[in-house]
C-alpha cells in the first residue's frame, strides 16, 4: 500500500508542477521522469539487498526506456520531479531531497575516482536547471535555485541563486531562504541580472569619457602656420 501511495503521491506533484499534464493517466503512461522513479526504487531496492548486478540490470533498463541515468546506490527523496529527463545523470553517492526539481540535461556528477563520498548532496525544494552541472562531494542548500547551464563546483547556501561557469551567487531570495513559488529551471524569469548589458554599459561609459577627452585635446591644438619656402621662391626669380 505504501508503493501505491508514493506513486500517487508522485502523480500529484507532477500535476502540481507541469501546466502540460492534463490528467492523471497522461502523467502515468507518458510521463518519463515518472517512470525511472519507479525504476530506481526497484533497483535501489535490489542495491540494498546486496544484489548489485540486478540492481544495475534494472536502472540500465530504465535508463534504456526513458533516457535517464540515475545510479541504484543513489538516495531520491520523496515528490521529486524529473522534468523532461533526457541525459539526466545522478551518480552513486548523491543524495536528492524531498520536493526537488530536475531538468534535462542535469549532471549530479563526481570529480573523484575514489570509493568515497564524490557526488553532491542537494537539500530540500531546490530547483536545478536544464544543463547544470553540479559536481563534487558537495552540499546544495535547500531551497536554492541552480539556474540552466551553471556549473557548480562548491557548497551553495540556502536560498540563493547561482549561474554561470563557474556558477557566482547573483542574488539571494530573502534573508531566510525561503521560496515558495516554483521556478522553473532555476532561472526567475526577468529577475537576475544580465551580465552581459551591464559589460557594454561599462564599454560604452569608457567610450564616452575618451570621446570628451579626444575632443577636449582637439580644441587645444593650436593651428600650423603657413610655410614658406624662399629658395623655391628664389629659383622662380
Known amino acids: 500500500m505504501a508503493a501505491f501511495g508514493r506513486i500517487g503521491e508522485d502523480i500529484r506533484n507532477i500535476m502540481d508542477k507541469?501546466?502540460?499534464a492534463r490528467s492523471r493517466a497522461e502523467v502515468f503512461f507518458c510521463y518519463p521522469g515518472f517512470h525511472v522513479l519507479l525504476f530506481?526504487?526497484?533497483a535501489h531496492a535490489a542495491w540494498?539487498?546486496?544484489l548489485k548486478f540486478i540492481a544495475r540490470f534494472v536502472s540500465?533498463?530504465?535508463?534504456?526506456?526513458t533516457g535517464i541515468e540515475i545510479h541504484p546506490a543513489a538516495k531520491i527523496g520523496r515528490r521529486v520531479f524529473i522534468d523532461h529527463?533526457?541525459?539526466?545523470v545522478i551518480g552513486e553517492t548523491a543524495e536528492v531531497g524531498n520536493d526537488v526539481t530536475l531538468s534535462h540535461g542535469v549532471t549530479l556528477g563526481g570529480v573523484s575516482l575514489k570509493q568515497e563520498k564524490r557526488h553532491p548532496t542537494i537539500g530540500d525544494c531546490v530547483v536545478v536547471g536544464s544543463g547544470a552541472q553540479v559536481l563534487g562531494p558537495i552540499t546544495v542548500g535547500e531551497?536554492?535555485?541552480?539556474?540552466a547551464n551553471a556549473v557548480v563546483l562548491s557548497d551553495v547556501p540556502a536560498g540563493v541563486t547561482m549561474v554561470g561557469i563557474p556558477a557566482r551567487q547573483v542574488m539571494a531570495r530573502d534573508r531566510s531562504g525561503a521560496r515558495d513559488e516554483f521556478v522553473a529551471y532555476g532561472t526567475p524569469y526577468g529577475d537576475l541580472p544580465d551580465p552581459v548589458a551591464k559589460v557594454l554599459d561599462?564599454?560604452?561609459g569608457e567610450i564616452q569619457t575618451l570621446r570628451a577627452r579626444v575632443d577636449e585635446l582637439s580644441e587645444n591644438v593650436p593651428e600650423p602656420e603657413p610655410v614658406t619656402d624662399e629658395s623655391c621662391i628664389g629659383d622662380a626669380r
Open 60 to 65: 540500465q533498463t530504465g535508463r534504456l526506456l
Open 85 to 88: 529527463g533526457m541525459g539526466l
Open 202 to 204: 561599462g564599454m560604452m
Open 18 to 20: 507541469d501546466p502540460a
Open 143 to 147: 531551497k536554492a535555485l541552480i539556474g
Open 40 to 42: 530506481h526504487r526497484l
Open 48 to 50: 540494498q539487498a546486496g
